[in-house]
C-alpha cells in the first residue's frame, strides 16, 4: 500500500495532461506544468502498440483506455487505483515515488532535489507535456499537492513507447547513477529550461545505427543494424554500443519514427537537437530538413512540410572525425581525442543531448534574451520570432513565484519590465524570478506564450583600494572555484541522469566554492539552470581547436568563430554566467591578431559579462598576452601565483592537481595516471590544499589576485587530480576542511585591507621592529650583509644597535619610494637578491637601485607598514626563522610560506637603537 498522502485526488485536480501542475512535497521536487483545460489525446505510436487514450475523465480524474483494457482510475477514497488485464503493477519506488510496472518496466525517476524545484520532467508518450516554469508560475497554487505532482509523473511515464533502452555496455567504472540511466526515457527531464512550453515529446531512448567509414548516402525505410541509446554517444557505455576511441568509422546514421500527438494538429513542428557533434543533416520521410555544423549548440528544424499524418521516419547523419584530421578537417573538440592519454580523453561523437519535438503556433517566440539592469530595478527582453508577426507585441510579466511584479509591452527591440524592489541573485541567495512572455496578434489575442526565468544581478569590473576586481552587484568577492571537464566513465560527454549533472555543480557548494570554471566543453542547458538554481558562477570557456600545433585556415578559424558566436547566443540569460574564456594555452591559436579580435568580438556580442581572452597565456604553445579583455589570466602548476593586478582583473586561471591514488576507483584507457603533485593518503592531501588556499589568500592581498580555479573537481580518464573520483563515488579530501579553507578565502576578500602608500621621514633614521606576535622585540639587522632579525635591547651592544639602524632615503629608482641605507656602512643599502635581503655597496647599476627600491604601503595586517618590492610587485620585505628575505606568501620554499605571511611582512618604523 502506498501512503495515503502520495495518492489522494483533490476533486478536480486531474485533468488532461495540459496541465502538469505543481511543485510537489519533498521528496519529489519536479515542476510538470500549467492547467489547461481537458482535452482528450490520441497517444499515437506507443510502445504498447493499442491505440491507448488519455481522456478526461468524469469529474476531471484522469483515465486512460487501450486495447488490453488498462484504466487509471479514481479508486475508493480519492485512491488511485490501475486496473488491466495484463496485471500491470503500481509500485512505491526509491524514496517513496511512485513506480509502474508493466512488460516494459517503465519507472518514474525523481529530478534532482535542490532549492528550487526542476524543470518539467517527460517520457516518450506524445501526450507528454512540460511544465512552464521551474519557480511554479502559471499553477493554481490550490492544486500545489504531492498527489497532483505525483499523477503527473505516473502520466509522464506510464507508457514508455519507443524509448525503452538497448541495453548499456559494462561501463570501466559505475557511478551512482548508472543502472538508473535507462529505467524509462533517459533523460526524461524538460531540456530547455529557460524556455519551455508546455506541450513537447521527448525523443530520446532507443534509436537505430549505422556506422560508416565513408560518407554513404542515408537509407530511408530500412531497419539499420545497430541498437544505440540516444543522447549517450556511441563511445560510452550507456549508448549500448561502447566502441573504441580509435574506431575510424567517422560516419554515423540514426533512424527512428515517431507519431505526431492529434493534439498538436494546426500547430508546427519542431525538431529540436540539444547537441550533436559535429557536422549533422536530418531527413524526415525522405526529405531533406536541413544541416548544421558544431558540436556545443542547440538547433531546431520546422519539420512541418515533411510529416504525413501517420508514422514518421527520421534519419540524421553525422560526421565527426574528431582529431584525424580526416577531409582536411580542424574541429573545435576541447579536450577530445582519439588516442586518449594523459590530460586528453575518449571522444564524443554523434548525438549527446536530448533530441526532442515541441508545437509551435505559425507565428511563435522563438527566443528571448534577458539582461538585468540594477541600476533602474528592470529585467530587459528582447524577443526574436519565427513566422509573419507583423502588427503583434509583446507582453512581458515578471513574477515572484506566480505573483506578477511587473509588466511591460513592447515590439521586438529590446524593452524594459519593471522589478519593483528587486532581490539580488548571488552565490548566497540565489533568487529567481520568473517571466512570462505572450506573444499577441493585433487583435490582442494570445498566438503564443513561453516561460522564462531570471536572476537581478550584474557583473562589472572596478577599483576596490587601488586595485582592479571583478564586482558581483557592486561588491568584490573572491571567486574560487574549479576547472570542471564533465567527462564520465558510463556516458563520456552526457551525464547519466539529471541527477548527475547536477552533482558536480552541488559538489562545488559543498566543497565551499562558488565558482566552476567549464573547461573548453558546453554542457546542456539544465547544467546551467542547476547553476542558476544553485548559485554557482560560471565561467564558459570556448572548446579549443585541437592542442597541437597546427594553424587553421580562414574557414576553419570562421567555424570556431561561429561556434563561439553560438555559445554566447545561447547562454547570455544564464545568471550564473559571468564569464567567457576565449582560448586556453594557445590551443587553436592562429595569431595574436585573431586571439585579440575574437575576444573584443566576445565582448562586443555581450557587453554585459567578462572576457577573458587567454586563459593562461603565460604557458604552453601560447602566442603571448592579448593585452584586452577584462582578465589577466596566468596558469601555474603547481602555483598558486598571480599576475600583477593593473588595467584588467587578475586570475590565477589553472593550479593545483594535486594527486591520490584511490583504488577501485580509478581508469586509464592508456593504463597510466597523471598528477601534477602525488600525496600518500587523504589527509596530506587535504593539508597541501589547504596550505595552496593560504597562498592564494595571500596573492589576493599582495598581488591584488581576484579568482583562482584550482584542477579540478573530479579524477578523470587517467588523470587522478580531483576532489572526487571519476565514478563520484568517494571523495577524497577532508570535505569540512575544504570548505573551511574556501569559505575563509571569500570571507577575507569582504573586508580586505587598504594597502595604500604611507609616507616615510626621509632622510632620518629609524630601525624595523618585527610586529608578528611573540617577536615584537627582534628587529632587522645586517650581519655579515646578509639580514636577519634579532632581538635587541636598551643593553645590547652598539655594535648590534648600529647594525640594527637605517636611514631612510628617496628611492635609488622611484623617488616616490624608499631605500633604506646602513648606518654604520654608508653607500650600502638594503636590497633583495635571488630573493634574499642584504646589504650591497650602491655600484649605480639600474639592478642595485631596482632591488634596493621598497615602496612604503600600510601593513598587510591593516597596521604598520610593509615594504613591496618595486621591481617584483606584489612580493614584500618579510622575516622567516630569523632570516630576512623577499616574499609573495604564495607558498613553495620555506620563506616563501603563507603561514604568517601577512604579520611577517608587517613592520613598525621605531625610533632608531642608533640616534
Known sequence: MWPAAFLRLPRGAV?????????????????????????????????????????????????IQNRNRSRVLAGERGLLRIQNRTRSRVLAGERGLLRIQTGTAARCSPSTPGRRPTRPTSSSSPTTTGASSENGVGMNPSRRTAVTGLLVLVFGFLVPGAAQAAPAKPPPLTTPWTAQALNGTPLPEYPRPQMTRPDWQNLNGEWQLRQSATDDAPQFNTTLPERVNVPFPVESALSGVLRPANDNRNYLFY????????????????????????????????TLMGSHTGGYDAFT????????????????????????????????????????????YTPSSGIWQTVWLEPTPAASISSVDLTPSLANNTIRVRVSTRGTVTGYSVLAEAMNGSSVVGTATGAFTEFAVPVPSARRWSPDDPFLYNLRVTLRNGSGAVADQTMH???????TTGLVNGVRRPLLNGQFVFQTGTLDQGFWPDGVYTAPTDAA????????????????????????????????????????????????????????????????????????SSPAMIAYTAYNEGWGERSLADTQRVGQNIKNQDPTRLVNVHSGYNCCQSLGNPGNGDIDDWHVYLGPDSPLASSRVAVLGEFGGLGLHTPGHEWSPSGGFFAYEWQANATALTDRYVGLVSGVQNLMLGRGLSAAIYTEITDLEGELNGFVTYDRQVVKMDQARVRAANQSLIAASRSLPALSPTTLPVNQRRSLQVTTPGFTNRYLRHQNSLAYTEVVTSSSPALLKNDATYTVRAGLADASCYSFESVN?????????NSRVQNSVNDGSALLRADATWCARTGLTGSGVSLESWNFRGSYLRHYNSEVWLSNGAGGAGYNSPVSWTADSTWNFAAPWAP
Open 15 to 63: 485533468r488532461a495532461p495540459g496541465w502538469l501542475a505543481t511543485h510537489l512535497a519533498r521528496p519529489v521536487s519536479s515542476l510538470c506544468g500549467q492547467y489547461a483545460p481537458p482535452r482528450t489525446y490520441d497517444t499515437g505510436n506507443l510502445g504498447h502498440r493499442s491505440r491507448s487514450r488519455v481522456l478526461a475523465g468524469e469529474r476531471g480524474l484522469l483515465r
Open 255 to 286: 533512424r527512428r519514427t515517431f507519431s505526431v500527438p492529434a493534439g498538436w494538429s494546426g500547430r508546427r513542428v519542431q525538431l529540436n537537437f540539444g547537441a550533436v557533434d559535429w557536422q549533422t543533416t536530418v531527413w524526415v520521410n525522405g
Open 301 to 344: 528544424f520546422d519539420i512541418t512540410p515533411a510529416l504525413n499524418g501517420s508514422t514518421n521516419e527520421i534519419v540524421v547523419k553525422v560526421w565527426d572525425p574528431s582529431d584525424t584530421r580526416q577531409n582536411g578537417s580542424l574541429q573545435p573538440i576541447g579536450k577530445q581525442t582519439k588516442t586518449p592519454n594523459g590530460i586528453f
Open 453 to 459: 526565468y531570471f536572476g537581478m544581478r550584474e557583473i
Open 501 to 572: 549533472l547536477a552533482f558536480d555543480l552541488q559538489k562545488h557548494k559543498d566543497l565551499g566554492f562558488n565558482m566552476v570554471r567549464k573547461h573548453i566543453k558546453v554542457e546542456p542547458q539544465r547544467w546551467f539552470y542547476h547553476a542558476d538554481r544553485l548559485g554557482v558562477l560560471v565561467w564558459q570557456d570556448v572548446p579549443s581547436l585541437t592542442a597541437q600545433n597546427i594553424d587553421a585556415n580562414a574557414a576553419q578559424q570562421a567555424q570556431f568563430e561561429t561556434e563561439a558566436r553560438e555559445i554566447v547566443n545561447e547562454h547570455r
Open 825 to 833: 656602512f654608508p653607500g650600502q643599502f638594503l636590497r633583495h637578491a
